[in-house]
């Protein structure tokens, strides 16, 4: 660390570095703080505080706090911070021309004013009538602003903009292969869902998120859940998460619904009628690809476009991902993890365009 780094320097970098570790730990403070105690011992990373005092810190700003049980949790407060720093880290990764505002580029009888006016015409709200240059028309015709002889063609309106609202399920994969070989995939993919999560709340309120998991079986979970998603030793029921977000949106008063995949795998299992879980890890099954296929184009039909963010190239998971996009008439993204958070975010906001 250099030696110009001060006391305040140092441990704001600690922090962002516990957040990151405790989201790679699944929420486990102790552990994280385990590891963060093994890189001091060997890399020094702290020069002005100790462990200790690093603890400390956490405790005073209420980061960490003790459950029944006497183990360091997180605190809500933890959870906020792990989001506005996921989606200041991938903010950084982007240069200004990737993402622009996200309005919609037409112009129409929407609620947001723009600074621009125009003639006034039937169905105006009086709400958007310019009232100065409205006035300032009356006195330049009649030389008088206090007269009753206000006429329709006086009348400056301010333009309106269309604010489009747009349904999201992040769909992630939580197959074992996502922890295999030594490559952590599941810890960005957490983060893009906190940044996404983040972004979407404080940024486009009228945006609407929902987060599913899908490995053996797909699941709903909560924005708080994604800091503690943990992979397990499953298969990947591609299709079985299509379908749950497919309902999910289904549901959704928006009429801009999109699904974003994150995926390392092709799909291995299939929930059957029966409720019993079909598997087969040997190349690709036609009787699986076949249903999520299936799937994807009800998705397609109810006007749901799917995005695929593929985290590894594996053939046959290129293969599939092909015909899976074709059938949906949707997009795929074959992205490294380092390239992961910024093409969703830079899609996320142009994919909505196209909807005005």
């Known amino acids: 660390m250099p030696t110009s780094t001060t006391a305040d320097d140092e441990l704001k970098a600690m922090l962002n570095l516990f957040t990151y570790v405790l989201l790679h730990v699944s929420g486990d403070v102790e552990q994280a703080l385990e590891l963060l105690r093994e890189l001091q011992d060997e890399h020094g990373m702290m020069t002005t505080m100790s462990m200790d005092d690093f603890l400390r810190e956490l405790r005073d700003r209420g980061l960490v706090a003790e459950d029944e049980a006497g183990r360091l949790v997180p605190t809500p407060k933890t959870e906020r911070t792990m989001r506005t720093d996921a989606l200041n880290e991938i903010f950084r990764s982007l240069k200004k021309s990737d993402v622009g505002n996200h309005d919609a580029p037409s112009n129409g009888s929407g609620v947001e004013r723009m600074p621009d006016t125009r003639d006034f015409a039937f169905g105006d709200q009086a709400s958007n009538i310019d009232v100065t240059q409205t006035m300032t028309n009356l006195f330049k015709r009649t030389g008088d602003i206090e007269g009753v002889d206000l006429r329709e063609d006086d009348i400056r309106v301010y333009e309106t903009e269309h604010q489009t609202s747009c349904a999201t399920v992040l769909m992630i994969d939580i197959s074992h292969s996502m ?46 859940d994604i800091p503690y998603i943990t992979v397990g030793p499953f298969h990947t029921n591609t299709r079985d998460g299509l379908r749950l977000s497919r309902q999910l949106l289904r549901r959704a008063r928006s009429g801009n619904k999109q699904i974003f995949m994150i995926t390392d795998g092709k799909p291995s299992a299939l929930t059957e009628e029966n409720g019993r879980i079909y598997k087969n890890s040997w190349g690709l099954d ?13 998705c397609r039909r109810d006007g749901i476009s799917i995005a695929t963010f593929m985290v590894a190239q594996d053939q046959y998971l290129v293969q599939f991902v092909e015909d899976l996009t074709r059938s949906n008439q949707g997009r795929a993204f074959f992205t490294g993890l380092d390239g992961l958070g910024k093409n969703i975010f830079v899609d996320y906001v142009r994919n909505r365009r196209k909807y005005y």
Do not use: S, W
């Open 179 to 224: 922890i295999l070989y030594g490559e952590d995939r599941i810890t960005p993919a957490k983060q893009v869902a906190l940044a996404l999560a983040e972004m979407i709340q404080t940024r486009f309120p009228k945006d609407t998120l929902e987060v599913v998991l899908f490995g053996d079986e797909a699941r709903r979970v909560t924005v708080r």
């Open 286 to 298: 036609p009787r699986i690809v076949n249903k999520t296929l299936d799937e994807a184009v009800a």
